[in-house]
């Protein structure tokens, strides 16, 4: 009796059905033959991992070192200059009034002006011997640089309205 060789296509086929019959876990039942005990030290490198797959809980203690700074690396070069800023205001100064003194339930003004080229920044008014807001006022419209204070003694003795403007080049 002679034994005869099998033929390509029936050593594919029986390749195949072995394959099919192994399924997809023998991979896995591979893997758990494999432990590190079996791996010969220094055969397996970075180009054998796969990109991703190590994290640092996977390192020994120590392995990652912080390290210190470094030297400052050389200076660049200077950029160019900004575009110049809005002027300031400069000059600035108070300006005080004070009213006539009259007395209680009579009326009267302060009236003040800034310096010649200043603008008025802000305006207040008060009584001197009692504590009553007091309006005050621009005069010759918003942009005005003379405001005015009026009001009637709301007290009971005499008093006086104190008027202060904050003037300044703007």
């Known amino acids: 009796m002679t034994i005869r060789r099998p033929s390509l296509g029936t050593v594919l086929g029986a390749t195949a059905l072995l394959v099919a019959i192994a399924g997809t876990g023998a991979p896995a039942e591979a893997a758990k033959l494999i432990n590190g005990k079996l791996i010969k030290a220094g055969t397996i490198t970075s180009k054998q991992i796969k990109d991703g797959t ?50 209680a339930g009579q009326s009267v003004s302060a009236t003040g ?7 008025v920044f802000g305006a207040t008014a008060y009584w001197l011997n009692v504590d009553e807001p007091i309006e005050v006022f621009p005069t010759g419209g918003s942009s005005s640089t003379t405001y005015t204070s009026t009001g009637v003694n709301p007290g009971s003795g005499s008093d006086s309205i104190h008027l202060r403007l904050v003037c300044a080049f703007a």
């Open 113 to 119: 002006s800034c310096p010649s080229g200043k603008k």
């Open 54 to 103: 190590i994290t640092t809980t996977d390192l020994a203690p120590g392995t990652l070192k912080a390290g210190g700074v470094g030297p400052a690396g050389p200076k660049g070069a200077t950029g160019p200059a900004g575009p110049a800023g809005a002027n300031g205001i400069s000059g600035y100064e108070m300006v005080s009034i004070n009213s006539a003194v009259i007395a």
